[in-house]
């Protein structure tokens, strides 16, 4: 180290460099960090060279951010990538000012970095605190400067980070399981959780795509939703697949008898779910065949599909409601009586249906496809019923 100039440059990069490549290699910033003010405390190591170790920490450290975004989202990458462009920018406006920049830390402390080498005692006592806070005004600083430019930032990310046709199959990636090592299965239960009630309002806005859809009139804008409600029932395949995967891996640790039986429910919400998503996609491609088909439902049909509609989403909200809410304060009666609602107009309308067609309201195959849909919303409605029972561990007494 003593054959390293204080007062070059070159010997700066140098350092940082090798700050870089070792917290890299360590993927331990607070190790790496330990190993410098070691150095810097035993004379060995100059404070100029001991802060630009830590520059390149700041570096480095980025590092484990953006190896455990690889296999996630474009969002989660950006984010990583955002952590690196807020570090080298700090680490490149520090370069720009370095000297007087630790000239007035060291100042602050009360240590001349010019002067004959002070005893042991004192820099044992004295270079931890330059260093941490070098390390302290460095985030303070680069903060400072840098909230004012995050659009900016979001800019140059974005163009590092580029979003491609492979966005539409990531969109399925899960929110809130991350990748990587295990957590305990009391926390990996509360992700797997918070995964299941963002599968629910996927679903729910997925019913409310298919409500558009009945609407829709333009045939470009028909065939673009019919295309997005399509990706939705793969995006509820693959959600049901990976949430299944982490809860059978965390099913494999050691695990209360409550917490093995949530894992059991939970499970049993997923596969409702996915039929959700099934039971959708169902009532997208009966829309889909009307439209093929020329021929139209009458108004009194419309009429009676968008409260049959509007009861299947009403069921949909409160089921959110039930997964998002903690189980002592829920009332599923709630649910049980909107199904029962729909089972009874489902009966109704089967009835009216068979009477209309008699009278030539309709034709025949309107008839029908105007059963599929509303008996499906009513499959979905069962469905409903299920994951909410899944959800309160209950299951409803038929009178």
């Known amino acids: 180290f003593s054959s390293f100039d204080v007062n070059s440059y070159f010997s700066i990069l140098i350092f940082l460099l090798i700050g870089t490549i070792i917290t890299l290699i360590v993927q331990s910033s607070a190790a790496v960090m330990a190993i410098t003010i070691l150095l810097c405390t035993t004379g060995v190591l100059p404070i100029y060279l001991g802060i630009a170790l830590v520059m390149g920490e700041n570096i480095g450290t980025t590092g484990t951010a953006n190896l455990v975004a690889l296999g996630s989202n474009v969002q989660a990458r950006r984010t990583a ?231 299947t989403d009403d069921s949909l909200s409160q089921m959110n409601v039930i997964i998002r809410g903690r189980k002592e304060h829920l009332d599923v009666n709630r649910s049980f009586n909107i199904e029962t609602e729909i089972n009874n107009y489902r009966t109704q309308l089967r009835t009216q249906n068979v009477f209309d067609i008699n009278n030539h309201e309709y034709t025949y195959n309107v008839g029908t496809m105007y059963m599929d849909i509303i008996n499906e919303c009513e499959k979905l409605a069962d469905y409903v019923v299920n994951v909410v029972e899944a959800r309160m561990g209950t299951r409803r007494v038929e009178a």
Request: glycine share 4%.
């Open 81 to 311: 990538m955002a952590h690196l462009v807020f570090n080298v920018f700090g680490v490149i406006w520090v370069l720009i000012f370095f000297y007087p920049f630790v000239n007035m830390i060291c100042r602050l402390v009360g240590y001349d970095p010019t002067a004959a080498a002070p005893s042991a005692t004192d820099l044992a006592k004295t270079l931890p605190i330059i260093l941490a806070m070098f390390h302290t005004f460095f985030n303070l600083f680069n903060t400072g400067i840098l909230i004012w430019f995050i659009p900016q930032i979001e800019k140059i990310v974005c163009w590092i980070i580029k979003s491609g046709k492979k966005d539409e199959e990531e969109d399925f990636r899960l929110r809130f399981i991350q990748a990587g090592i295990m957590k305990t299965p009391e926390l990996s239960v509360l992700e797997a959780q918070k995964e299941i009630s963002s599968f629910a309002e996927r679903m729910q806005r997925m019913f409310g795509m298919v409500r558009e859809l009945l609407s829709t009139h333009d045939e470009s804008e028909f065939v673009k939703l019919y295309t997005r409600i399509e990706k939705y029932e793969n995006i509820s395949d693959n959600m049901e697949q990976e949430i299944a995967k982490y809860l059978s891996a965390v099913s494999d640790a050691h695990l209360s008898d409550e917490t093995k039986a949530k894992i059991r429910d939970m499970m049993r919400e997923i596969t409702e779910l996915e039929s959700i998503g099934d039971s959708c996609y169902n009532l997208a491609r009966t829309i889909s065949r009307l439209v093929n088909s020329k021929e139209d439902f009458t108004e009194k049909q419309y009429e009676r599909i968008h409260q049959m509609f509007e009861l």
